[in-house]
């Protein structure tokens, strides 16, 4: 699930029935539990992308350094052996493959704050519909 789907699901799961607040207090359990499921699968996909960055990173590592199968070079000839530590990492940071990877850690790295801040709303909840309760017998007089 791509983060607008989860920012259009939020925007409808965040509003309140004002008319309806005990409906509203027994939907709170399953809201977290909703988002509790698209936080932890949004982990385990980011504990997979990390896991393929350190092999990319290893794949990459050994091809900039010469170490690669020569079947690598065949197909993508590389005409320099990099043994330096400094030049190495310029070469790992601007590589399109670590690029690529990187920025879809950082993705679901936005989706995980995002869901979390969620889950902290939802947490919240009871506290927000007990005060708009307390709101309503205000106003009508019998707080």
């Not at 027994?26 to 932890?40: D, R, S, T």
């Not at 990390?50 to 794949?59: F, L």
């Not at 990099?82 to 790992?92: C, S, V």
Request: with cysteine; aromatic share 12%; hydrophobic share 30%.
């Amino acid at each position: 699930m791509n983060l607008d789907a989860i920012q259009c699901m939020w925007e409808k799961d965040s509003q309140l029935d004002k008319d309806n607040l005990h409906d509203e207090s027994l939907k709170i359990p399953g809201l977290h539990a909703k988002y509790h499921e698209l936080f932890n699968n949004t982990l385990l996909l980011r504990k997979k992308a990390e896991q393929q960055r350190k092999n990319i990173r290893h794949e990459r590592y050994e091809y900039f350094s010469g170490k690669a199968d020569p079947e690598v070079y065949a197909e993508n000839p590389f005409p320099k052996k990099i043994r330096d530590k400094d030049t190495m990492q310029k070469y790992l940071d601007a590589d399109e493959k670590l690029s690529q990877i990187n920025l879809k850690i950082d993705y679901y790295e936005t989706q995980l704050n995002y869901i979390e801040s969620i889950l902290k709303q939802i947490s919240n909840r009871t506290y927000q519909i007990k005060n708009a309760i307390e709101w309503s017998k205000f106003i009508a007089g019998y707080g």
